[in-house]
């Protein structure tokens, strides 16, 4: 193969590629479709930043299955167990209600970019050019994709307030009376 057409194919699988380097800390059982978000049996995963109780000491972050908030009182089930965060202690909350779909644009994106690479392949001269024409679809899809991306989490206190979040806690009423906590396990 010539060099061009290695570029060529090389920027294209870059493109293509690039968006799908994103990972996520969130538990894959923690992730269901959009269509059950907030019908799992289970709690959303939320991320909580916490104050420390003398101001000037160092936030801490905390994160977990959502199990029910209280009027005083955040309850989370970690890997370290049952965890009571008191409310005035959350500095800022993510929550996780729905796996993104964020593979669907790109994947659309790079198949419709297809034509463009095999032109310029084809083509001697303007063959780079018939490629450029299908960078701004990428570049869309891309966009598209990123939004998806991160559509999927609601934010504390920048969006929502926590009672907004206590809908997707696995008790969104609160914790059930003579519930033992110890006998709660993560998915």
Not at 12 to 39: D, W
Not at 53 to 69: F, M
Not at 73 to 100: C, E, H, M, Q, W
Not at 129 to 152: C, K, W
Request: aromatic share 6%.
């Amino acid at each position: 193969m010539s060099k061009r057409i290695n570029r060529i194919i090389q920027l294209t699988v870059c493109l293509i590629f690039l968006t799908e380097c994103q990972s996520s800390m969130v538990p894959r059982a923690y992730m269901p479709g959009p269509s059950m978000a907030g019908k799992s049996p289970a709690g959303s995963w939320i991320v909580m930043t916490l104050q420390q109780d003398p101001p000037l000491s160092p936030t801490a972050e905390i994160s977990g299955e959502l199990i029910a908030i209280e009027h005083d009182t955040v309850y989370l089930l970690t890997d370290a167990g049952f965890v009571k965060i008191r409310r005035s202690n959350i500095s800022a909350a993510i929550l996780y209600p729905f796996r993104p779909q964020s593979a669907t644009a790109p994947i659309i994106a790079g198949l419709s970019l297809l034509p463009n690479m095999i032109g310029a392949i084809a083509m001697p001269d303007p063959g780079v050019a018939v490629l450029l024409l299908g960078i701004p679809l990428v570049v869309t899809a891309t966009i598209m994709g990123l939004n998806e991306h991160f559509g999927n989490r609601l934010r504390y206190p920048l969006k929502y307030n926590l009672n907004d979040l206590g809908k997707f806690a696995r008790f969104p009423q609160g914790l059930p009376p003579g519930l033992d906590p110890t006998k709660l396990r993560l998915k």
